[in-house]
């Protein structure tokens, strides 16, 4: 049987499946802790929690589970919970351990990857999945307000809750109505802009026409120029071909046009359809805090925002369509505030 390549690319290790099935036959194992290796990445084994006594709950159990954890680094934890029986043959319970400390591209591979852990060691196993944020969640008080409020989810549900949160989340953020609150994917990542990359922005402030294309670097966790890429002037007709098709990029296009002299600044934000899903919730996440330091570092004025799934989208009759005004003097979209996704190729 083929396993499918998770979204964010990384696949539970041979090692882990040995360990799983180890686990799932010896009952004095609680819990069994799972990690990311560093690259290549994928879900491997790490510690094993031993169970108080042959009669002791999973509650019994968990003050020895909290120690096995830290408060700046993510963690998978499979515990075994008997209880489950009684109504499903799953003993499993798969939970996501993300604390707000821990470093950022960590919680998105572990928040984009929490799906992958139950797919490939077997969704029969499991009776459900939790995520939580702080180790206090996974005491035995905690463990209860869980219980009592339905935070569990049963794997397909969760699978299902997950799209459906990172296509919600890439709504508001293309209408402009993403909140800055904590807890969602729209609330704004802030990453530093390195010093390249913000001197060629403010190089970009001072000329009539230009590019400049930025790319979130996961390693360093900052953004950066994408090299190699043009940066003198391109005429809309080639710009999308300037564009990745494998991964998001914030693309800042200044252009004057020769037939009106009308000036614009325009962001555009392209994800093709190949991008992870790890990629797509950390662009997204990040994209307002982007707009927001090009203002206040480089001295942007962006006068139109596009979004764009495929390069091919950006077209140059829809960068005119943006940027020349229409025959009665006014501005096609150029007071839009939120995102319009061009059309596809002849689509009207």
Request: net charge negative; with cysteine.
């Amino acid at each position: 049987m083929r396993v499918q390549k998770a979204p964010s690319g990384i696949e539970a290790s041979q090692t882990l499946h040995e360990a799983f099935q180890y686990f799932l036959s010896d009952s004095t194992k609680r819990a069994l802790l799972v990690d990311i290796s560093a690259p290549p990445e994928s879900l491997v084994p790490g510690a094993s929690v031993p169970t108080k006594s042959s009669n002791a709950t999973l509650k019994d159990d968990l003050v020895d589970v909290q120690s096995y954890l830290a408060d700046d680094k993510a963690q998978y934890l499979i515990l075994r919970d008997q209880a489950t029986r009684s109504q499903t043959q799953a003993t499993c319970i798969a939970v996501t351990f993300v604390p707000d400390s821990a470093p950022v591209r960590q919680k998105m591979l572990f928040a984009s990857t929490r799906l992958t852990l139950v797919r490939d060691l077997g969704i029969e196993h499991f009776a459900s999945t939790l995520f939580v944020t702080s180790k206090d969640e996974l005491s035995e008080e905690g463990w209860a307000k869980h219980e009592a409020h339905g935070s569990m989810s049963a794997p397909l549900t969760e699978e299902e809750k997950s799209l459906q949160s990172i296509r919600e989340a890439e709504a508001k953020e293309s209408t402009g109505t993403g909140t800055r609150k904590g807890g969602h994917v729209s609330s704004g990542v802030n990453l530093p802009v390195d010093d390249i990359a913000l001197q060629a922005l403010r190089d970009l402030a001072s000329s009539e026409n230009g590019l400049v294309q930025l790319e979130i670097e996961t390693a360093s966790e900052s953004v950066r120029l994408v090299q190699g890429a043009p940066v003198d002037s391109v005429s809309p007709d080639l710009l999308g071909k300037t564009l990745s098709d494998t991964s998001p990029r914030y693309t800042f296009y200044r252009y004057t046009s020769a037939s009106t002299s009308t000036e614009a600044l325009l962001f555009i934000y392209t994800c093709p359809p190949g991008a992870s899903i790890k990629e797509r919730m950390l662009y997204a996440s990040c994209r307002s805090s982007i707009l927001s330091t090009t203002a206040q570092s480089a001295g942007l004025t962006i006068t139109n925002k596009l979004e764009a799934g495929s390069p091919d989208e950006v077209t140059g009759q829809v960068i005119m369509e943006e940027i020349e005004p229409n025959q009665d003097g006014s501005h096609g979209k150029a007071t839009s505030k939120g995102f319009t996704r061009p059309k596809r190729p002849g689509r009207r």
